[in-house]
């Protein structure tokens, strides 16, 4: 099993940024693609971003697209999520996890998710 831990999390103020952390242990492989989602209050999950195995290929939700980079470092099993320019709807509780079919926004093809991280931002 693959175990996914988010940190990073926070309070910040509206137009800031913020970098969320997602570390994976267990029976890892630097070939695995990752995601993140989000989840607010109220709302259902909503795809955010994903990375492929290798780290060269990327998509993101047309929403977030220009304001959020995802990037893999293979060496510490970690991927990342920075955000910037951050506005009071992006406040969320912020989930990393394994996508079984690459280029899905659905979270019924994603799993092996982690506990979360809330961010949490202030206008």
């Known amino acids: 099993q693959v175990q996914l831990v988010e940190s990073g999390g926070g309070l910040v103020q509206a137009g800031g940024s913020l970098t969320l952390s997602c570390a994976a242990s267990?029976?890892?492989?630097?070939?695995?693609?990752m995601g993140w989602f989000r989840q607010a209050p109220g709302k259902e999950r909503e795809f955010v971003a994903a990375i492929a195995g290798n780290g060269g290929s990327t998509y993101y939700e047309d929403s977030v697209k220009g304001r959020v980079t995802i990037s893999r470092e293979n060496t510490k099993n970690t991927v990342s999520l920075r955000m910037n320019s951050l506005k009071p709807e992006d406040t969320a509780v912020y989930y990393c996890a394994l996508p079984r079919r690459w280029g899905s926004k659905s979270t019924g093809d994603f799993g092996s998710w982690g506990q979360g991280t809330q961010v949490t931002v202030s206008s």
């Open positions: 267990g029976r890892t492989s630097p070939n695995y693609a």
